[in-house]
């Protein structure tokens, strides 16, 4: 079976500072690996995703993901965080089949 | 970009009546269509996959007779919640997976808000 461990359930930053959402996987086989952000009352909207290739991987509004398959994480990174990124955070794996299995999510604020 | 349409935003209904929620994949074909639902600052719980042409595929614990799942063409697919109590209030989300891209990802509606009074 498998699973998405987001051990965060909020992570506050200041505007300007780095910002890291964690997320760590367990899947048989390959990893396709995917961050989505959601704001209130709306769905979710892709950020960025991991299937092979170089394993920094970089995506939508200035956000990355590194996959370390070591580690079998995949955390969440902006260098210079924005009040506007403030929302919930959703890491989700799939083993290659169809089914996508998300974390439990992480609301971010950021604060002037 | 794919983009899912998903209608309606937002429904209230009475106990005992039957709400149907579409998702639409707009410029794609998807053979495959996932929906979730998500409670109150809770993650997304896979209910069903559906498939074009076939029955769908019910997660442990998802009553089928409930929550009805149609999926006639390759970009329609829709729920139908039979017989709705309170209970099943919830925020729905559909996704869906380009037929022809399956690596680009899965792309989300933008929800149903469903308020059972």
């Known amino acids: 079976a498998q699973s998405v461990a987001q051990p965060e359930d909020q992570v506050n930053v200041a505007e300007g500072n780095p910002l890291t959402v964690k997320c760590t996987y367990s899947v048989s086989g390959n990893p396709y690996l995917f961050w989505y952000v959601q704001y209130p009352n709306r769905g979710l909207q892709f950020l960025l995703k991991y299937i092979t290739g170089d394993n920094l991987v970089k995506g939508s509004y200035g956000f990355e993901a590194e996959f370390n398959k070591s580690q079998t994480s995949f955390h969440l990174k902006k260098p210079s965080a924005l009040v506007s990124d403030s929302a919930l955070y959703f890491c989700?794996?799939?083993?290659?089949?169809?089914?996508?299995?998300f974390g439990t999510g992480t609301q971010l604020k950021v604060e002037l | 970009g794919a983009v899912v349409s998903q209608h309606p935003s937002r429904v209230i209904c009475k106990s005992g009546t039957s709400v149907k929620i579409e998702c639409r994949s707009l410029d794609f074909q998807a053979t495959t269509m996932f929906w979730y639902r998500q409670f109150p600052k809770q993650s997304l719980m896979l209910m069903a996959t559906s498939n074009e042409g076939s029955k769908a595929t019910y997660e442990q614990g998802v009553e089928k007779d409930k929550f009805l799942i149609n999926h006639a063409s390759l970009t329609l697919s829709t729920l139908t919640v039979t017989s709705a109590h309170p209970e099943d209030s919830s925020f729905y989300i559909c996704s869906a997976r380009d037929r022809d891209r399956p690596n680009y990802g899965y792309t989300f509606g933008s929800g149903t808000r469903l308020t059972v009074v």
């Open positions: 989700a794996v799939s083993g290659g089949g169809n089914k996508l299995t």
